[in-house]
């Protein structure tokens, strides 16, 4: 006998109430403070603005964002928190695709000269513009990923041009930001605000903010700068990964310049000691170039007209994030890395054996040359003392007994 069908408005669903149950959180997000930024609703340049110090921002350190782990491939996920970062496409004229052998580690005749690169997601490279020879002040529209990096980048539009173009963005940069480079030269109004003369101080007080590109002769001492260009009228080459910096530790010289006099005893006390050929060389080098010293502690010196942005390069905590799984890593075009202790002996030198042993030789690569030890940074004079044997003439007629 079959039942009497039931109203469904006498139903009540055990799941009706769900809508009022907060859902839980997928990932843990802990957002950092920031201050809103004021938008320029004007289109004419306005010297308060452009010359106003960039906004501060609170610093919350090292801040990841972790996920709960339903997957297995989320639980050892991290990733730095950057809800600044523009959610769209990016500008289709300044970019094109990423296409051919160059995705597989190949040069130009195919053979592969960068190991484990290979497949990966499909991008679009951006044109960073390094060198910023555009005068005038330009107006950060936006922070975008590059997938072509590690550091962010910004999308500038000049205000008196209207053109477009993406730098690389400092720690710190947000949208309605306004920077300005220096490159061509130092413009008519900060000229007149100084009286028509070049006062150190005052230059230094208006141009040396966060994210302006200026040469290294008009960058103070002990500033953190990132960008900075090794030949003048090129771009920026040093310090374009994320979170990376270097500071200008002398200008000048910076003491380290030869003696220019020496006083000689009795009468030739106030006399100074001509310089040699070699002095005055080394007097103009240290007078023409700038001292700075990058994260590892190398010291460099730098013409003074090569470029550089004051700041350090943007996505600091790039360093502390996590992968989680190895496929992302073949998204991002990375194959798998195999230890040469694991192959067999006809595939590398450390190949082979009973147990885990690389037959009792010394770190060689892949090739057979040595790996370690400081191989690659030793004198070249040094490493053919140590590989070179000398050869002994008519070794094997005395081995026979022949004089």
């Excluded at 990966?120 to 936006?142: L, N, Q, S, W, Y």
């Excluded at 947000?174 to 070049?198: F, H």
């Amino acid at each position: 006998m079959l039942q009497p069908r039931m109203a469904l408005t006498a139903i009540r669903l055990p799941f009706r109430c769900l809508s009022s149950i907060p859902s839980r959180a997928y990932s843990t997000v802990i957002r950092e403070t920031e201050k809103p930024s004021e938008e320029s609703s004007s289109s004419t340049f306005d010297p308060s603005i452009a010359f106003a110090p960039p906004p501060t921002r609170d610093e919350a350190g090292v801040v990841l964002r972790s996920y709960k782990p339903r997957t297995p491939g989320i639980r050892h996920l991290r990733r730095p928190i950057n809800d600044h970062l523009w959610k769209g496409r990016p500008v289709q004229k300044l970019t094109f695709p990423k296409r051919g052998q160059g995705k597989g580690g190949r040069n130009n005749t195919g053979r592969v000269t960068m190991r484990h690169r290979g497949g990966g997601h499909k991008r679009r490279i951006r044109t960073v513009d390094f060198e910023r020879a555009a005068p005038g002040p330009h107006v950060v529209e936006r922070i975008e990923h590059d997938p072509g990096r590690s550091a962010h980048i910004a999308l500038l539009r000049s205000q008196e041009t209207k053109r477009l173009s993406y730098v690389l963005a400092a720690e710190g940069m947000r949208a309605g930001d306004v920077v300005q480079s220096y490159m061509p030269g130092i413009p008519d109004d900060l000229w007149k605000s100084m009286g028509g003369a070049v006062d150190p101080g005052v230059l230094a007080a208006r141009t040396a903010w966060r994210g302006n590109c200026l040469p290294l002769h008009m960058i103070p001492v002990g500033t953190l700068i990132f960008n900075v260009g090794l030949r003048p009228g090129k771009g920026g080459q040093l310090c374009r990964s994320a979170g990376t910096f270097a500071t200008v530790i002398a200008k000048g010289g910076g003491g380290q310049q030869p003696a220019q006099s020496q006083f000689q005893e009795g009468a030739e006390a106030e006399e100074q000691k001509p310089l040699t050929q070699r002095e005055k060389q080394k007097q103009k080098r240290a007078a023409e170039h700038i001292t700075i010293r990058l994260q590892s502690g190398e010291v460099r010196l730098i013409h003074k007209d090569c470029c550089a942005t004051v700041g350090v390069a943007s996505n600091a905590n790039y360093q502390y994030s996590q992968l989680g799984k190895a496929g992302r890593s073949r998204w991002l075009n990375i194959r798998p890395t195999v230890r040469g202790l694991a192959m067999n002996a006809a595939d590398h030198p450390h190949g082979g054996g009973r147990g885990k042993s690389k037959g009792n030789v010394d770190p060689k690569s892949p090739w057979g040359l040595p790996a370690k030890s400081g191989y690659k940074t030793r004198p070249k004079w040094k490493v053919n003392k140590a590989v070179v044997v000398p050869r002994v003439r008519n070794q094997g007629k005395r081995r026979r007994g022949y004089n």
